[in-house]
Nanobody
Framework: QQQLAESGGGSVQAGGSLTLTCVAS????????RAWFRQAPGKEREGVAS???????TYADSVKGRFTISKDNAKNSLSLQMNSLKPEDTAMYYC??????????????????WGQGTQVTVSS
């Protein structure tokens, strides 16, 4: 059974940093498109960043220059380093994967496999 599990969320002040990690089990995702999404209360889920099997990355404009997505194939894990956090980054963050090529900023309908989410709260 394929599973994705996020960790690393928490509460920080504006300007702070957090690193989210998503560990996969049940399947090797090294050739998959993997991504991070977030959903704030009352808002739609939005794509944050994606990384494909070759390591090519794509970011939403709102996080460019502040967030870095990376993967560790040996550990079957995905990370999101978040710096210079802003209150508007507050959301539940989800990792996702699918066996396809990444295409632009990730879109929710394109991913079949999802984690349960980890909460990030940024206070001003």
């Amino acid at each position: 059974q394929q599973q994705l599990a996020e960790s690393g969320g928490g509460s920080v002040q504006a300007g702070g940093s957090l690193t989210l990690t998503c560990v996969a089990s049940g399947y090797t995702y090294s050739t998959y498109c993997r991504a991070w999404f977030r959903q704030a209360p009352g808002k739609e889920r939005e794509g944050v960043a994606s990384i494909d099997g070759d390591g090519k990355t794509t970011y939403a404009d709102s996080v460019k220059g502040r967030f870095t997505i990376s993967k560790d194939n040996a550990k079957n894990s995905l990370s999101l380093q978040m710096n210079s956090l802003k209150p508007e980054d507050t959301a539940m963050y989800y990792c996702a994967a699918d066996h396809k090529y990444c295409s632009g900023v990730p879109q929710s309908p394109d991913f079949r496999y999802w984690g349960q989410g980890t909460q990030v709260t940024v206070s001003s």
